[in-house]
């Protein structure tokens, strides 16, 4: 079992425990046992292409090492050695599948079940611990006291005050704020999206007079979730985030979110905070527009 996997979300969390594996590997165990009729000798071939095939990848990653050193003599050696065992490796394939076989059930065991994992784990939270810095405490508190806190969500672009002028208007418009109340930008910045669980560090910032919330995350939709329930939980003001509505078809979206974290943010991001509060009332709100 890779231990990478859970990682990146293409396994169970579960995996991360030893005695489900133990469990797991016991019924493969006795699968196996069943199909092979608790043959020793049958199962030897499967055995024997499982060695090979092992000892052959050790045996070209010494010689591409050997290669990459330019020892001329040792890359001689190593290559007569590796084409010795991926000989013996294929003639035992054809002369005895049976490991082909479970290796490729094997193989595409793991592809399917991580994908569905990535796909029904994607509306977790996610993140480990979300951290503000000082300008970004600064702000949250300062919106906190007036008892209300707006943000509004922004795609950065240019970063230029036009940038900032022309969306507040638009979502002032669009979700009817009013003009009197104060507002702040919540910026994510994609960045590696095969991360799955990983701490968010937000940083506040104030450019054009305009006060701004930005952090890096591997998606968009789990991070807006995450930084609104630690805002709510830390200044006990249940917060409200602004979106406008994407154009495209939204089942392009989903695919799109479930490979790059993106996609149509606004129902990811509802969806995600219903799962993780079920109490509406301190659920932080979701305006599109």
Known sequence: MPRYLPRYGMAPDWVRSNRPLVLVFLVISFGITVIFQADVDAQGGAYATGVLVLISSAALAVMLSALRKR?????????VITA?????????IIERPDGVKIASF????????SFVSRA???LELRFTEVDFDDTARRLIDGQAASGRIQLIANEPDARDEQEYVDKEREQREDNHIPAGD????LEITIGDASDFTTELTVQGEERFGYKILKVDSPTVANAIAAILLKIRDDTGV???VYFAWA???PFLFLFHYLFSGAGDVPPVTREVLRRAEPDPERRP???VG
Do not use: K, L
């Open 71 to 79: 020892q001329r003599a040792a890359t001689i050696g190593f290559a």
């Open 84 to 92: 010795v065992f991926v000989y013996t490796t294929v003639a035992n």
């Open 106 to 113: 094997f193989i595409v065991a793991i592809i399917v079940t």
């Open 120 to 122: 029904t784990r994607s």
């Open 182 to 185: 104060p507002v702040m930008f």
């Open 238 to 240: 249940v917060p409200h």
């Open 247 to 249: 154009e495209g078809n």
């Open 285 to 287: 709100a979701v305006h």
